[in-house]
């Protein structure tokens, strides 16, 4: 039934041999493999990826620093072959941030992991959209502007495939004249690559209980503007990273600065979603951070071309559900297989497809379907990817608990003890506690901040930079920012922790306003979106859920 009582419309249906939600690095990376296998053995494997940007790295947003590791295994002559990945990383600078000063830490007493020689400074949109490129060619069906919004159970309780989103509904949830139902894709399995609290991902974790036997996943929400400067002050291959101002020792963040491309800086920002203060806006600390001595001369007299913001898995390897379940596999960030210090996931988003692809296929060419891939969880755990994260898994909780400074000092240690014993470290595996909406404290033990007010050259209001991400949705649709309880943003979030929504979200998505009656109103201004994920997160009544829009809608972050 739709939900105005009338009968659905039966969904047509395609089968294929293996479902991919999302085309991102991990689903891209499976789906090429997937046919690279179906050549060695030759076999013929159906694949389909469906991704719900208007295109292929339409919603990838990253710094990005990449690590070609993965992409040397998956595609070794990526070079020849004209990936867009040029300007080699000549220089690392660690900087840290006081209110009007600035220290340079040594590189050499870094941890050798955070060296960044031998990784690219790229625009990862452009680096998948040409993933996508060498999929298709290989025989893959990649459908954008499809958003998998439901995931399909047989009998058994397996996951058998997925359905897009009817188009076409208004509001009210009613159908419009040009109402489409959606499509159902059944396959012998099904990988989600969704990124950071995929929904569907999100809803398969709780079905099959896939953390009950880890540490509840962390989250930073991560800002990025993308500058073109002045030529004379552009250092292509130049990266730099911050922590400290304008963040206080209590709250985690910090900020990266890369040079690379035609005059190009991407600057960006993360804080960790496990802050206390309900006060505080990430996005306003982000433009603080701009105006410091240390940042603002490289972007006075540049251009802001372009703005964006997701959220980032943080917690690592105690984090990591359980990746596989009856007839599919959680790949990438769906998982949360970022390295948090290195502040890199793609190498492991395209590993982890590389894996899943060789699990299925080995799965397909014995006849099965539908079961657990046990082989893609035990490469993951035991290859690279598990050392990639074994290693720096004390680096965020440490932060977390002794705060930046000293927290920071005791990871950099673990990390070094990593070097002389690989996995070894510190020699134990710490916590992380509680999930990061319930970091969140009372307004009562905190004083409102005062931001300055943007400039309009190097500081902007958010709603001015949403129109940098070329955010687009369909406005008469149903609003997909679900509230479980509509009354509890005025009734409790506001007098308990003065509704954070209007602080923790980068695009002015959520505001309190006057109602008709004069009383407070919770206002949520769907079409300013850009699908970060943040509310679904940080909300402390986890009151909001988010779900995917009609598909091709969001932001559009063409060179990110």
Request: with cysteine; glycine share 12%.
């Amino acid at each position: 039934m739709t939900t105005d009582g009338e009968p659905r419309p039966e969904r047509e249906s395609m089968e294929f041999d293996v479902v991919i939600v999302g085309a991102g690095p991990a689903g891209l990376a499976a789906a090429i493999r997937l046919k690279q296998r179906a050549a060695e053995t030759e076999t013929e494997i159906n694949v389909v990826v469906l991704e719900k940007g208007s295109e292929v790295g339409a919603h990838i947003l990253s710094g990005a620093v990449i690590d070609p590791i993965g992409l040397n295994k998956l595609i070794p002559d990526w070079q020849e072959k004209g990936a867009p990945i040029a300007t080699k990383v000549e220089q690392d600078k660690f900087l840290v941030l006081g209110p009007a000063g600035v220290l340079t830490l040594p590189n050499f007493l870094m941890p050798p992991l955070m060296n960044n020689h031998g990784n690219y400074i790229v625009s990862l949109g452009e680096v998948t959209r040409w993933l996508g490129e060498q999929a298709e060619e290989l025989g893959v069906e990649v459908y954008p502007g499809f958003a998998a919004s439901e995931v399909l159970y047989n009998d058994d309780g397996a996951v058998y495939g997925v359905a897009t989103g009817d188009m076409g509904v208004n509001r009210e949830g009613e159908q419009k004249d040009v109402y489409t139902p959606g499509m159902e894709l059944h396959g012998k399995y099904v990988l989600f690559a969704e990124g950071a609290r995929g929904s569907l991902s999100k809803q398969l974790i709780r079905k099959y209980r896939l953390d009950k036997n880890s540490e509840p996943q962390k989250f930073g929400i991560g800002m990025k503007e993308l500058w073109q400067i002045a030529p004379e002050k552009h250092k292509p291959g130049l990266v730099q990273h911050t922590f400290g101002w304008p963040l206080g020792n209590a709250t985690g963040g910090g900020s990266f600065l890369y040079h690379y491309g035609d005059n190009l800086v991407a600057v960006g920002f993360v804080v960790h979603l496990n802050y206390k203060n309900p006060y505080l806006s990430p996005y306003e600390e982000f433009q603080r951070y701009k105006t410091h001595v240390a940042i603002a001369p490289t972007l006075e007299g540049g251009k802001r071309i372009a703005y964006g913001a997701r959220a980032i898995t943080e917690g690592g390897w105690q984090s990591l559900p359980e990746l596989v379940f009856p007839g599919g596999a959680l790949l990438g960030c769906s998982a949360g297989m970022v390295n948090v210090p290195r502040i890199k996931g793609s190498h492991n988003a395209i590993l982890s497809g590389i894996a899943a692809a060789d699990a299925a296929c080995d799965a397909l060419v014995e006849g099965r379907s539908a079961d657990r891939l046990d082989a893609y969880e035990h490469t993951v755990r035991t290859g690279p990817i598990g050392q990639d994260l074994r290693k720096v898994r004390n680096a965020k909780p440490l932060w977390s608990k002794f705060g930046t400074y000293i927290g920071i000092a005791l990871g950099g240690l673990d990390m070094w003890l990593n070097t002389i014993i690989s996995g070894v470290g510190l020699g134990f595996t710490m916590k992380h506690g509680k999930a990061d909406h319930a970091s969140t404290r009372r307004v009562g033990n905190y004083e409102p901040i005062e931001y300055p007010r943007p400039d309009g050259k190097l500081t902007f209001d958010r709603l001015t930079n949403v129109s940098f991400s070329a955010t687009n949705h369909e406005e008469d649709q149903p609003v997909h920012l679900q509230l479980a309880d509509p009354a509890i943003p005025v009734k409790i979030n506001l007098p308990e922790w003065a509704e954070p929504a209007q602080r923790y979200c980068p695009a002015g998505v959520y505001e309190i306003v006057d109602g008709d009656d004069g009383q407070p109103k919770f206002q949520i201004n769907a079409q300013n979106c850009v699908h970060c994920k943040t509310c679904d997160i940080k909300d402390p009544s986890q009151n909001i859920t988010w779900v995917c829009p009609e598909g091709g809608g969001g932001p559009n972050y063409s060179n990110m």
